[in-house]
């Protein structure tokens, strides 16, 4: 800590002399703005990139680009910090609640405030009318230090899905199940009248993975939604205006015995805790069918979604299940997201005016629609008269669907794919036009925007805990560390308690000691605490 505050002192100095350099610059001649960003596959180099072309033009900017692949980014990005070496903006910062205000009371990041008041009148805007925006975004000490990535999608906000087989429930005549009850038996049905029709006891029922590289997954990620609300990440909710943690509640007991009669009556694949994605695949894509329910956000996890791959075609999701005692609920996932752009204090005044007004267009909708489909006539065109968008109005574009040679669609690499920060409204995804089949190539967005819209009646958002809440810096490494500790012990109690391996009666009341040895109260008040500022 001390060098690093030696190191800001030293950039502080080398900052006035630069603004002095950038007071008395050509304002003919482009600013140029020095940006360390990854190098995302599918994107053509940045240097020489058409849409980083076009934003200099428009901008009168000079990109001058310092990229490594993004699977090294994080890591770089935490030595560049930490040296003192850093560029005048960091895109795709990836910059925690925590550390925003860390490197930004140390003066690394430079506020944003005055920036966004004089310089970005789409972030302006949507500061007032976006309503969890500005929660999200301004630290507790009244300082913007990043701006987030507002990426609207309703797919995404209801992301803890169940993909049934429904050409199964035609052959055995079943409805789609409404109820954890009817689930149960639907699965039964699947596992015990040869619903793919060759013969042999092959299906699996119900499967999914928790590999951490598959949106959605786990055994509860959905299920336990019928029992008590469950985000299947951080476990947090909150009731009458307490921080709660859903698995040290009764009602998660419940929920146990639910999934353990799954697996015990082997309605449940014996490989949901030990297999990944890769196994989960293998057993679906059989050339029997074999797999009847996939607990995944994603049925592109499972199946290729294209014509020459059909069978994703066979399956659609269940919508949220009543549980025993009237619950119903859905995920649900909504806020800005991290730190996604900062501008540091290496950038002169000059610079940080451009580097706004860079973030400012790609606030706009038409900065958002060209990062996310690149260029008019390439990968979107405007809607004819009379095609309408998803919610039957009149719609504003139309994606040209580029197909790769062995099938399937790509993206075009002369465009940012989302990089940095945007502001992606669910009003502008669903401006596009409507497929008139949802399952077809190129349709996929569609499908599952339809998809997310059963789910969507089902949200309690006075349940779920605020994602975008600033917790305290002093306490956030202490949080991180109880946040893990807390997941882990969950995860590997929830395995054992739907195998067997403990009995749900018998060692709950251990199970919930074992909560106090990891600081649950500490971690719920600093939660609390942090709500509540």
């Not at 596009?432 to 009646?457: H, I, M, Q, T």
């Amino acid at each position: 800590m001390m060098i690093f505050a030696l190191v800001l002192s030293a950039c502080g100095s080398s900052q006035n002399k630069q603004e002095d350099a950038g007071a008395s610059a050509d304002p003919n001649q482009p600013v140029t703005l020095s940006v360390f960003a990854p190098q995302n596959v599918g994107i053509e180099n940045l240097q020489v990139n058409k849409l980083s072309k076009f934003i200099e033009q428009k901008l009168n900017i000079k990109f001058d680009w310092n990229t490594v692949p993004d699977a090294a980014f994080g890591d770089k990005k935490l030595l560049l910090l930490a040296s003192g070496d850093y560029p005048a903006v960091i895109m795709n910062a990836g910059i925690s609640k925590a550390d925003q205000i860390k490197y930004g009371q140390q003066g690394a990041f430079l506020p944003l405030n005055e920036l966004i008041d004089q310089y970005a009148p789409h972030i302006k805007q949507a500061m007032d009318s976006v309503s969890y925006l500005k929660h999200g975004m301004v630290a507790p000490d009244g300082n913007i230090y990043a701006l987030p990535k507002l990426n609207e999608c309703l797919h995404c906000t209801y992301g803890q899905r169940m993909w049934i087989n429904t050409d199964w429930l035609k052959k055995l005549g079943l409805q789609m199940p409404t109820t954890t009850e009817e689930f149960y038996n639907v699965l039964k049905a699947f596992k015990e009248k040869d619903p793919n029709g060759n013969g042999k006891a092959d299906e699996v029922p119900f499967t999914t993975s928790t590999s951490d590289n598959v949106w959605g997954g786990g055994v509860d990620s959905f299920l336990m939604n019928a029992f008590i609300y469950d985000n299947g990440s951080d476990y947090l909710s909150v009731k009458d205006g307490k921080v709660i943690f859903s698995p040290a509640q009764p009602e998660w007991k419940e929920g146990l015995k639910y999934l353990r009669k799954l697996f015990a009556d082997g309605l449940m694949d014996k490989g949901v805790f030990t297999q990944n994605n890769d196994a989960v695949k293998q057993m679906a894509n059989k050339p029997d069918a074999a797999v009847g329910a996939v607990s995944y956000a994603l049925i592109s996890s499972v199946f290729a979604v294209d014509d020459a791959h059909p069978r994703h075609k066979d399956y659609d999701v269940v919508p949220p299940l009543k549980g025993p005692d009237g619950v119903q609920l859905t995920g649900y996932s909504v806020g800005a997201g991290g730190g996604q752009f900062v501008i540091t204090n290496k950038a002169t005044k000059e610079q940080q005016i451009a580097a706004m007004k860079l973030a400012d267009f790609l606030w706009s909708e038409e900065g958002t629609v060209m990062q996310s489909w690149g260029f008019e006539g390439e990968g979107w065109k405007k809607a004819a008269d009379g095609q309408l968008d998803y919610n039957g109005k009149p719609a504003k574009y139309e994606v040209i669907a580029k197909t790769a040679p062995a099938g399937g669609e790509t993206k075009p690499d002369d465009y940012w794919w989302q990089l940095g920060t945007m502001q992606m409204l669910n009003s502008i995804r669903e401006s596009f036009v409507a497929p008139a089949d949802p399952l077809a190539n190129g349709a996929f967005e569609y499908r599952l925007w339809l998809s997310a819209k059963k789910y969507e009646p089902f949200a309690k958002p006075e349940v779920v805990y605020p994602s975008d809440t600033f917790v305290d810096p002093a306490d956030a490494l202490t949080v991180a560390q109880m946040q893990k500790t807390l997941s882990d012990y969950v995860k590997s109690s929830l395995a054992q308690f739907v195998t067997g391996n403990k009995d749900i009666d018998k060692d709950w009341d251990s199970y919930i000691a074992g909560f106090k040895g990891l600081q649950l109260e500490q971690y719920l008040a600093i939660y609390q605490k942090a709500l509540q500022k």
